[in-house]
T-cell receptor, first 112, second 114 residues
Framework: SQTIHQWPATLVQPVGSPLSLECTVE??????LYWYRQAAGRGLQLLFY??????ISSEVPQNLSASRPQDRQFILSSKKLLLSDSGFYLCAGQRLSYNEQFFGPGTRLTVL | AQSVTQPDIHITVSEGASLELRCNYSYGATPYLFWYVQSPGQGLQLLLK??????LVQGIKGFEAEFKRSQSSFNLRKPSVHWSDAAEYFC????????????FGKGTKLSVIP
């Protein structure tokens, strides 16, 4: 079965500091990978997706960026965090030719 | 563009009572439909999915959902709710095989009274 690992589980960062959230996948090769942000009462917002190493598509222009340096690694970054970057960040994967996505446990980011 | 509406933001039911969570979608062709569950502070877990065939699909944890094309609905049901079912439930739709876009509803929070 496929598993998504995310770390850290929680993070408190000051405004203006950098960010790096990591996501790794087990149990499948060449997955599609996704970063979502979840705000209370607003559902899941797709931030980035990747269909392969070095291939990133951005869904929402913002203060964040993503990279995929290896097949099973997906990183969400920011050079300078804003208060509005606070939220619950979820990484998800999707096996080739399948439609459902499987999710990691998430990272709770608080920007102060 | 595809969209998903979950009309109920919050539902409270007594333990042992039946449950129905509503989901309506907007999509031109036959959609691929999903229900996910999220416990507080956790990721999402897939409960069930519908791609084609029998319109009543069974999932994990005793849940089922029925696809009704005429009503553009995919409601989630459970005959008898357990306290451990308290969580947030998300309906989602995608357009077809290999699609990258999974559109989520805003979720329904379920509270269970002992």
């Amino acid at each position: 079965s496929q598993t998504i690992h995310q770390w850290p589980a929680t993070l408190v960062q000051p405004v203006g500091s950098p960010l790096s959230l990591e996501c790794t996948v087990e149990g499948t090769s060449n997955p599609n990978l996704y970063w979502y942000r979840q705000a209370a009462g607003r559902g899941l917002q797709l931030l980035f997706y990747s269909v392969g190493i070095g291939q990133i598509s951005s869904e929402v222009p913002q203060n964040l960026s993503a990279s995929r340096p290896q097949d099973r690694q997906f990183i969400l970054s920011s050079k300078k965090l804003l208060l509005s970057d606070s939220g619950f960040y979820l990484c998800a994967g999707q096996r080739l030719s399948y439609n459902e996505q499987f999710f990691g446990p998430g990272t709770r980011l608080t920007v102060l | 563009a595809q969209s998903v509406t979950q009309p109920d933001i919050h539902i409270t039911v007594s333990e042992g009572a039946s449950l129905e969570l509503r989901c309506n979608y907007s999509y031109g062709a036959t959609p691929y439909l999903f229900w996910y569950v999220q416990s507080p502070g956790q990721g999402l877990q897939l409960l069930l999915k519908y791609f084609s065939g029998d319109t009543l699909v069974q999932g994990i944890k005793g849940f089922e959902a029925e696809f009704k094309r005429s009503q553009s609905s995919f409601n989630l049901r459970k005959p008898s709710v357990h306290w451990s079912d308290a969580a947030e439930y998300f309906c989602a739709v995608t357009s077809g095989a290999g699609s990258y876009q999974l559109t989520f509803g805003k979720g329904t929070k379920l509270s269970v009274i002992p």
